[in-house]
Antibody, heavy 120, light 113 residues
Framework: EVQLVESGGGLVQPGGSLRLSCAAS????????MNWVRQAPGKGLEWVSYITGSSSTIYYADSVKGRFTISRDNAKNSLYLQMNNLRAEDTALYYC?????????????WGQGTMVTVSS | DIVMTQSPDSLAVSLGERATINCKSSQSLLYSSNNKNYLAWYQQKPGQPPKLLIY???TRASGVPDRFSGSGSGTDFTLTISSLQAEDVAVYYC?????????FGQGTKLEIK
């Protein structure tokens, strides 16, 4: 079964750091580009970051550029999001999601999400 | 800024009737290199992650019922549900997926009238 499972969320103070993980299974992880998408409570979806299978290309939303770093370890079938200098507006459910392929970057597989709360 | 604007924000339709959701991009999503529109539609039900419905603006994802269809090109796109079923109650999002920004629309909440 194709599956993505996020972990690492929690409560953190403003200015703090957190590292999210996404464990992939059921497909050849290294062959797929991956994304992080977040959803603030009661709000819409916001795309956060993208990374190709080889990590050669990375993109960020302007709202997180310079504070968040996406990475992956294909040997461990894992995707990561290092979040630094966190702000209250980063509070959200964070999903990892797979892109269909290198050209078609629509998101066909999603995890259940991990919640990040930034509050003092 | 690249902006995706959906209309309406919410919609109430009777069971069996047609539902139409619009999505407008501030930039054309039709790319001459492959003549494809880089636009997807997702459905999100309460407490669940989003589900891909449509990609390339009009191609249904695997397992999606044929009452869902996508149309449009360039900057204006439409998601149509031909005959609304109770299980279609959800929030629907469009998304551009041409690099480097993969922006979502604000969402349209679909309810039963």
């Amino acid at each position: 079964e194709v599956q993505l499972v996020e972990s690492g969320g929690g409560l953190v103070q403003p200015g703090g750091s957190l590292r999210l993980s996404c464990a992939a299974s059921g497909f050849t992880f290294s062959g797929y580009s991956m994304n992080w998408v977040r959803q603030a409570p009661g709000k819409g979806l916001e795309w956060v970051s993208y990374i190709t299978g080889s990590s050669s290309t990375i993109y960020y939303a302007d709202s997180v550029k310079g504070r968040f770093t996406i990475s992956r370890d294909n040997a461990k079938n894992s995707l990561y999001l290092q979040m630094n200098n966190l702000r209250a507006e980063d509070t959200a459910l964070y999903y990892c999601a797979r892109s269909i392929d290198g050209t078609n970057r629509a998101l066909d597989i999603w995890g259940q999400g991990t919640m990040v709360t930034v509050s003092s | 800024d690249i902006v995706m604007t959906q209309s309406p924000d919410s919609l109430a339709v009777s069971l069996g009737e047609r539902a139409t959701i619009n999505c407008k991009s501030s930039q054309s999503l039709l790319y001459s290199s492959n003549n494809k529109n880089y636009l997807a539609w997702y459905q999100q039900k309460p407490g669940q992650p989003p589900k891909l419905l449509i990609y390339w603006a009009s191609t249904r994802a695997s397992g999606v019922p044929d009452r869902f269809s996508g149309s449009g090109s360039g900057t204006d796109f439409t998601l149509t549900i031909s005959s609304l079923q109770a299980e279609d109650v959800a929030v629907y999002y469009c998304q551009r997926y041409y690099s480097p920004l993969y922006t979502f629309g604000q969402g349209t909440k679909l309810e039963i009238k």
